[in-house]
């Protein structure tokens, strides 16, 4: 089985680390690659360097295609610039996936590339407004950690995908498998503070 990440410049780390640590605990048959436009290094949003050691030229047909988020400037670039490619990568890829994912903002790019329409879907608190100019699109209510809607799973902000991705590892294996992965992680989160999601009433950005 083979996971496909696409990364690029000012990607979120999170959304690539996170779900990646879960699902490369699932099963050492298991590959999980992380794919650019050509292989090479990423600098992610923070300004961490990443190998991309996978090119859209040779990429097999991948099983699972998993689409992180990255700050607006980068997604306004795959949305309507240079960078377009990447939602012609989607779209062939999502045509024989098993499931189709994202996380964070990564799912208005699905959004752009037309694979979002018609299922329920969800995306990082702040960019709901975002998800709603997509008329054919069902946008979950609140703030879920994910949202399943049959082959298309997709996951709020950042830290979402560690949940979205155990549930993943759940479809796709067991949940005996997705406690395994929970247990060897150590992730039950019990953070020092309480804050509460405030409701976003615009995109904050254009395209």
């Given at each position: 089985m083979i996971i496909g990440i696409p990364v690029y410049d000012d990607v979120d780390l999170l959304d690539v680390a996170g779900p990646r640590e879960v699902l490369?605990?699932?099963?050492?048959k298991v590959e999980v690659r992380l794919i650019a436009r050509q292989p090479g290094p990423i600098t992610t949003r923070d300004g961490l360097t990443m190998i991309a050691p996978f090119g859209f030229a040779d990429t097999?047909?991948?099983?699972?295609?998993?689409v992180p988020g990255a700050n607006p400037g980068a997604l306004k670039e795959?949305?309507?610039?240079?960078?377009?490619?990447?939602?012609e990568f989607f779209k062939a890829?999502?045509?024989n996936a098993k499931y189709v994912c994202s996380v964070c903002e990564g799912a208005l790019l699905l959004a752009q590339a037309g694979l979002l329409d018609g299922y329920e879907v969800t995306t990082h608190w702040a960019f709901i407004p975002c998800l709603r100019r997509f008329p054919n699109i069902r946008v979950a209510p609140g703030t879920p950690r994910f949202v399943?809607?049959?082959n298309r799973l997709t996951g709020g902000g950042i830290s979402s995908g560690i949940d979205e991705a155990l549930k993943l590892?759940?479809?796709l294996s067991s949940a005996e498998t997705a406690q395994d992965v929970q247990r060897v992680m150590q992730y039950y989160p019990d953070p020092p503070v309480t804050s509460t999601?405030?409701?976003a009433r615009q995109c904050p950005f254009s395209w």
């Open positions: 490369t605990w699932m099963d050492p097999p047909q991948l099983d699972v295609l998993w795959i949305m309507t610039g240079s960078g377009r490619d990447y939602l890829q999502a045509t399943l809607d049959r590892v759940e479809l999601l405030e409701e």
